[in-house]
């Protein structure tokens, strides 16, 4: 089956040296790349090979997103010593 044009809005080429490893990135760049990934998927025009290595990458993006929000959670309740409060949005005040 001949494949379409590529479609710079939904390249799916690796940068040359592959995709950073995952302890070099931070929150909003792993983000980024797993919000990328889930648009390149939503398409529907990957190949079956390449929609694999996209899913693989975008759960190893998601774990390392978790984990980093886990962290930030942690060093939060260290901080505020051992207690997390609610925090109420709407007058910026927690409770």
Do not use: N, W
Request: charge should be negative; proline fraction near 7%.
């Amino acid at each position: 089956m001949p494949r379409e044009p590529a479609d710079p809005a939904h390249d799916t080429a690796i940068p040359a040296g592959g995709p950073p490893l995952l302890g070099e990135l931070k929150f909003e760049a792993a983000l980024a790349e797993l919000e990328q990934i889930v648009q390149q998927m939503e398409t529907g025009r990957l190949p079956l090979e390449e929609a694999l290595a996209a899913y693989r990458r975008g759960s190893e993006l998601l774990r390392h997103c978790q984990q980093q929000l886990s962290d930030a959670e942690r060093q939060i309740q260290i901080l505020d010593e051992g207690m997390l409060r609610d925090f109420d949005a709407d007058r910026g005040v927690t409770r």
